[in-house]
C-alpha cells in the first residue's frame, strides 16, 4: 500500500511584508509499496521572505522511497533576499531504489536559488534534485547529493552571481 503524500505549504500573500513561504508536509511510509511524497513548500512573500521548504519524501522498507517535494519559490524582493526554499530530501528504501530529492525553489528578483534536495538511500539510490534557478543578481542553488545521478546546479543571476554546483555526491 503507497504512503500518502505530505500537505502543501503555505503561500505568504504576494502583498504580505517580510514573509516566508510554509514548508510542505512529510510523505508518508510504506511497508512495500512506494512512500508518499514529500509537499511543494510555500511561495513567500513581497519582501524578505523566503520561500517554504519542500518536504522529505516518506520511506519504505520494500518499495521506493518517496520523493521530496519542492521548494517553494521568493518573489520580488531586496537584495539577499527572496530565497528559494531548498528541495525536500528523497525517501529511504531497505531493499527498493531511494526516492528523488526535490527541486530547489526558483529565487526571487534578487536572492539565491533553493538547493535540490539529496538523493534517499536505498539498494539503488534516488537521484539529487535540481538546484533553483537565479533571476537577476543572486547564486543559483546547488545540485542535491545523491549516491546515484546527481541534480544539475541552477543558474545563477543575468547581471551578477554564480552558478549552483552541479553533481555534488
Known amino acids: 500500500m503507497a504512503g500518502g503524500g505530505g500537505g502543501v505549504g503555505g ?3 504576494s502583498l504580505t511584508l517580510n ?3 510554509g514548508a510542505g508536509g512529510s510523505g508518508g511510509s510504506s511497508l512495500s509499496g512506494k512512500a508518499g511524497a ?14 517554504g521548504a519542500g518536504g522529505n519524501g516518506g520511506y519504505s522498507l ?6 521530496g517535494g519542492t521548494g517553494g519559490a521568493g518573489q520580488i524582493t531586496g537584495l539577499r533576499s527572496g530565497f528559494g526554499g531548498a528541495g525536500g530530501a528523497g525517501g529511504a528504501s531497505d531493499t ?3 526516492g528523488n530529492g526535490g527541486a530547489g ?21 534516488g537521484k539529487g534534485g535540481a538546484g ?18 546527481a541534480g544539475a546546479g541552477g543558474a545563477g543571476g543575468l547581471v551578477l552571481g554564480r552558478d549552483g554546483q552541479h553533481g555534488l555526491t
Open 132 to 149: 533553483g534557478n537565479a533571476v537577476v543578481i543572486g547564486n543559483g542553488g546547488n545540485a542535491g547529493k545523491a549516491g546515484g545521478t
Open 105 to 125: 525553489g526558483k529565487a526571487g528578483l534578487y536572492g539565491n536559488g533553493g538547493d535540490g534536495g539529496a538523493g534517499g538511500d536505498g539498494a539503488t539510490s
Open 19 to 21: 514573509a516566508s513561504g
Open 96 to 98: 527498493g531504489a531511494g
Open 11 to 13: 503561500n505568504a500573500g
Open 38 to 51: 514529500g509537499g511543494a513548500g510555500g511561495s513567500a512573500g513581497l519582501f524578505y521572505g523566503s520561500g
Open 62 to 67: 520494500n518499495g521506493t522511497g518517496g520523493d
